[in-house]
């Protein structure tokens, strides 16, 4: 006996790949209902070998379905997520509008799978942000050999964290750089994006943060521990898919990196990729379409007293996304709906 499920949004980027990786990792699915905004409604989209046409989310009855994952933006989710919550189905979101409600819990299943009995609360379940999904992997298991003090991360994340719009504007200005008779102007990000970098993820704060670095600081401190401290610097780069996260650690105790890498191996979700040698470790490239984050480049850091440094890589619209939504729906039906 499997699951009635619902996938919300999922006409986007991070609701087909929701959809590859519910029939992927062969989900216990009895029916499946796909919905899209009046505007896409009647597309069609692809579960494993099936075709689905989308419904209407505006109309949709919720009443009856077991769960719902949610891959729309936080105004339609503060529209639609109560009301399938009323109705039963418990809301795995996957926006930023619930993260920070302390009677909704926060999951990445690698971290805090125990947080899954709060859902109750309000029948909502947050997803992280992308760039502290992956992050969150590997500190966790390390967190709990050693005890992390502060942590000091810099990101190179892809444009597909900014949705089609960001993949295309990307792939827009790169070919109007070799065809200067076309010009194309920036429009979802705040400078061209070819050839560029960007520190800038989302919108200021009044402290000169952003608001992408205030998410992994509060989000880290909310899975794995209140008491770490964290600071972030998100910088956009021109990439179409996977995250990329350098990472200085430290440590209440001294963590031998050798220890570390093998704790790391044998860590759920982890691949480590870590060899002293030209290409001996992981970049976005090589780990889009993958389920796993990817270790590269650990070592001490000599300039604390129990410091490490770790390169992190990792598809953000899996592990940064739609994987972990399925994972907290693999974690919500073996633990508390007990189905499938």
Known sequence: MGYRVVVVGATGNVGREMLNILAERQFPVDE?????????????????????????LDTFDFTGWDMALFAVGSEA??????????????VIDNSSLYRYDPDIPLIVPECNPEAIHGYKNKN???????????MVVALKPLHDRAKIKRVVVSTYQSVSGAGKEGMDELWDQTKAIYNPTTDVEPKKFQKQIAFNVIPQIDVFMEDGSTKEEWKMVVETKKIVDPSIKVTATCVRVPVFVGHS??????????????EARDILREAPGIMVID?????????PIECAGDFATFISRIRQDSTIENGLNLWCVSDNLRKGAALNAVQIAELLGREVLKKG
């Not at 947050?126 to 992956?134: D, G, H, I, L, V």
């Open 32 to 56: 499946l209902a796909v919905l899209a905004s009046r505007r896409s409604l009647g597309t069609e989209v692809s579960f494993g070998e099936t075709t689905l046409t989308t419904k209407d």
């Open 77 to 90: 989710t503060k529209v639609y997520a109560p009301k399938a919550a009323a109705a039963g189905c418990v």
């Open 124 to 134: 909502i379940i947050a997803n992280p942000n992308c760039s502290t999904a992956q």
């Open 245 to 258: 996260e350098a990472v200085n650690i430290e440590f209440e105790e001294f963590l031998d990196e050798d």
């Open 275 to 283: 060899k002293r040698e030209a290409g001996g470790y992981v970049s």
